[in-house]
């Protein structure tokens, strides 16, 4: 459990190891970049990035570098300094995550909370103050459209995202990561399908992802709250975008499909731990290839009418499953939560009307 | 009153099933300057190709040219039947690909080409002299208002299938 703790000094321990996440998310924020672009490809019948290097490998890179090269334009009438500020605010609080995520058996790289998931859950709503505050900087109507949108989604998936992390954390009894990780032999996937269910999609929609990425909604507002970025800037909310990805992913990874345990944990543990990480983001790449963008009140509905009250409702079982098994769920339940998350999934779509209201046409 | 599922998401399963189908299928896209697609027998390309010995300098692809485009300057030589043809000029970069200096030549002596990359530096570089146009054996003839042509020509490709393209490299 020390070998990850090499350093008696505190000081040392938080330079290095905020020097590792650092490098960790950057690269692996890249990664994701190629590993979106290209994993679109075939999706769509397409080659995706394949010219800059072998595979198209050095493409991120290149993206890097022409972004880092083009000039930085402020607008006349923008607020100058939050027009500054709001691309960093945006993106710390996204590296500041990575600082919980337990990459092998015991702890977190930097700190070993015991409130880990807390932390994590207040500190990535953080990020959409960065947004807003490009989107309002920025004296641009559809830059505040995409920001007030942002706002507008966060709240309303902020809600089923924490109330279905709730129910992993009732049944491992503990807010720290590494707990949740050793809270049960089932990956919680399997024995909560109906709150990975939920976490997925409100952890998509939280990052601006997907079906649900309203704040940059091309067709409608442009490019939302970052039309008036270029250069450097433009690249701290792509990154921050990304970074979002991610760390999203790599919690999921954690919370539902049992982060670094595998077979010979012990060795490769941060291997099975990226794995995973993998896995999910390449389950958002298929969620978002597919589905168009959903429109704000359909969002809206989707939040309030069907995700909420299933999370409060799957809330619910789980509670009164772990005091019905005295905290000790037999594996077997797994079959009658996946039945009852049918069930539930089923009468929950009858709770919202598609079209919003427009007079649906009959053929 | 009769119950009934409709927005459970077996659309969105549907869609997810398409999408992962793309998966297994080979994708469309041609890589273009690695791998090419054959044109259409009768396609317009840049530059015209001209058959020396036919021609007999009537300079009747000068006249139906619609933009003025040809310039042909002929003497009378040695042979009473036949003028030379000293100067024999088209500017493509003018030229809107007609192809009615081709139709109007009464012994089949002008062609169009096949060739298709006709970018240049310069604008100059866009005249295109008698020499240039003078037909060779490399020099793709397009089968356009040319029967005879257009029959040894292969097949006009839309998409390269399986098989062509598993032998290209398709990236280094």
């Given at each position: 459990?020390?070998?990850?703790?090499?350093f008696d000094?505190?000081?040392a321990?938080?330079g290095v190891?905020t020097v590792?996440?650092l490098?960790?998310?950057?690269?692996?924020?890249?990664?994701?970049?190629?590993?979106?672009?290209?994993?679109f490809?075939?999706?769509?019948?397409r080659?995706?990035?394949?010219r800059a290097?072998?595979?198209?490998?050095?493409q991120p890179?290149a993206?890097?570098?022409?972004?880092?090269?083009?000039e930085?334009i402020?607008?006349?009438?923008?607020d100058?300094?939050v027009?500054?500020?709001?691309?960093?605010?945006?993106?710390?609080p996204?590296?500041?995550?990575?600082?919980?995520?337990?990459?092998h058996?015991g702890?977190?790289?930097?700190?070993?909370?015991?409130?880990?998931?807390?932390y994590v859950?207040?500190?990535?709503?953080?990020g959409?103050?960065?947004v807003?505050?490009?989107g309002?900087?920025?004296n641009?109507?559809y830059?505040?459209?995409?920001?007030?949108?942002?706002?507008?989604a966060?709240v309303?998936?902020?809600?089923p995202?924490?109330l279905?992390i709730?129910?992993?954390?009732l049944?491992?009894?503990?807010?720290?990561?590494n707990?949740?990780?050793n809270?049960?032999d089932?990956?919680f996937?399997?024995?909560?399908?109906l709150g990975?269910l939920?976490?997925?999609?409100?952890?998509m929609?939280?990052?601006?992802?997907?079906?649900?990425?309203?704040?940059?909604?091309?067709s409608?507002?442009?490019?939302?709250?970052?039309?008036?970025?270029?250069g450097?800037?433009?690249?701290?909310f792509y990154?921050?975008e990304?970074?979002?990805?991610l760390a999203m992913?790599a919690?999921?990874a954690t919370l539902?499909?049992?982060?670094?345990?595998?077979p010979?944990?012990?060795?490769i543990?941060?291997?099975?731990?990226m794995v995973?990480?993998?896995?999910i983001f390449?389950?958002?790449i298929?969620?978002r290839?597919t589905f168009p963008r959903?429109?704000i009140?359909q969002?809206m509905g989707?939040?309030w009418?069907?995700?909420?009250p299933?999370a409060l409702?799957n809330?619910l079982?789980i509670?009164?499953?772990?005091?019905g098994?005295?905290?000790?769920?037999?594996?077997?339940?797994?079959?009658?939560n996946?039945a009852v998350a049918g069930?539930?999934v089923l009468?929950?779509?009858?709770?919202y009307r598609?079209g919003g209201g427009?007079?649906?046409v009959?053929? | 009153m009769?119950?009934?599922?409709?927005h459970?998401?077996?659309?969105?399963?549907?869609?997810l099933?398409v999408t992962?189908?793309?998966l297994?299928?080979?994708?469309?896209?041609?890589?273009?300057?690695?791998?090419?697609?054959?044109?259409?027998?009768?396609?317009?390309?840049?530059?015209?190709?001209?058959d020396?010995?036919?021609?007999?300098?009537?300079a009747?692809?000068?006249k139906?040219?619609l933009?003025?485009?040809?310039?042909?300057?002929?003497?009378?030589?040695e042979?009473e039947?036949k003028?030379v043809?000293?100067?024999?000029?088209?500017?493509t970069g003018?030229?809107?690909?007609c192809g009615?200096?081709?139709?109007?030549?009464?012994y089949?002596a002008?062609f169009?080409?096949?060739?298709?990359?006709?970018?240049?530096?310069?604008?100059g570089?866009l005249v295109?002299?008698?020499?240039?146009?003078?037909r060779?054996?490399?020099?793709q003839?397009?089968?356009?208002?040319?029967?005879?042509?257009?029959?040894g020509?292969?097949?006009?490709?839309?998409?390269?299938?399986?098989?062509g393209?598993?032998?290209?490299?398709?990236w280094?």
């Amino acid at each position: 459990m020390t070998q990850l703790y090499p350093f008696d000094n505190y000081w040392a321990h938080f330079g290095v190891f905020t020097v590792v996440v650092l490098v960790f998310a950057l690269a692996g924020v890249m990664a994701f970049i190629y590993v979106e672009r290209r994993g679109f490809g075939p999706f769509q019948l397409r080659m995706g990035p394949n010219r800059a290097g072998p595979f198209g490998l050095l493409q991120p890179v290149a993206d890097a570098i022409k972004v880092l090269l083009k000039e930085d334009i402020v607008p006349t009438v923008a607020d100058k300094v939050v027009h500054f500020l709001a691309p960093v605010v945006g993106f710390l609080p996204v590296l500041l995550i990575f600082a919980v995520v337990p990459f092998h058996e015991g702890h977190g790289l930097l700190p070993d909370l015991n409130v880990g998931i807390l932390y994590v859950v207040a500190i990535s709503s953080l990020g959409v103050v960065g947004v807003f505050m490009a989107g309002w900087a920025s004296n641009n109507k559809y830059s505040l459209i995409g920001a007030v949108r942002v706002i507008a989604a966060m709240v309303s998936y902020e809600m089923p995202l924490v109330l279905s992390i709730i129910g992993v954390v009732l049944i491992s009894g503990s807010l720290s990561m590494n707990a949740i990780v050793n809270g049960h032999d089932i990956p919680f996937f399997l024995l909560t399908p109906l709150g990975f269910l939920i976490f997925l999609v409100s952890a998509m929609a939280e990052i601006n992802r997907g079906p649900f990425d309203m704040l940059e909604a091309d067709s409608e507002i442009v490019a939302g709250f970052h039309i008036e970025y270029s250069g450097m800037k433009f690249a701290m909310f792509y990154l921050a975008e990304y970074g979002h990805a991610l760390a999203m992913s790599a919690i999921a990874a954690t919370l539902f499909f049992r982060g670094w345990v595998g077979p010979g944990a012990e060795y490769i543990g941060v291997l099975w731990f990226m794995v995973k990480t993998l896995i999910i983001f390449v389950l958002m790449i298929w969620l978002r290839v597919t589905f168009p963008r959903l429109r704000i009140d359909q969002l809206m509905g989707f939040a309030w009418k069907f995700l909420f009250p299933l999370a409060l409702i799957n809330l619910l079982i789980i509670g009164g499953e772990v005091v019905g098994f005295d905290g000790d769920i037999p594996w077997w339940m797994l079959f009658v939560n996946f039945a009852v998350a049918g069930v539930l999934v089923l009468v929950g779509s009858k709770s919202y009307r598609l079209g919003g209201g427009r007079v649906e046409v009959k053929v | 009153m009769k119950l009934k599922f409709e927005h459970y998401g077996k659309g969105l399963a549907k869609g997810l099933g398409v999408t992962f189908q793309h998966l297994l299928r080979h994708r469309i896209t041609t890589q273009y300057p690695e791998q090419r697609l054959s044109v259409s027998k009768r396609f317009r390309g840049y530059e015209l190709v001209w058959d020396k010995e036919r021609c007999t300098g009537c300079a009747t692809c000068a006249k139906s040219c619609l933009q003025g485009n040809i310039e042909i300057v002929t003497s009378r030589g040695e042979d009473e039947n036949k003028y030379v043809v000293e100067k024999f000029e088209v500017d493509t970069g003018r030229c809107i690909f007609c192809g009615l200096c081709v139709e109007s030549c009464p012994y089949d002596a002008l062609f169009l080409s096949r060739e298709y990359e006709c970018s240049t530096y310069r604008r100059g570089e866009l005249v295109l002299s008698r020499d240039q146009m003078e037909r060779t054996e490399e020099k793709q003839v397009s089968g356009y208002f040319r029967p005879e042509v257009e029959t040894g020509l292969p097949e006009q490709t839309l998409l390269l299938d399986k098989a062509g393209r598993k032998t290209q490299q398709l990236w280094q």
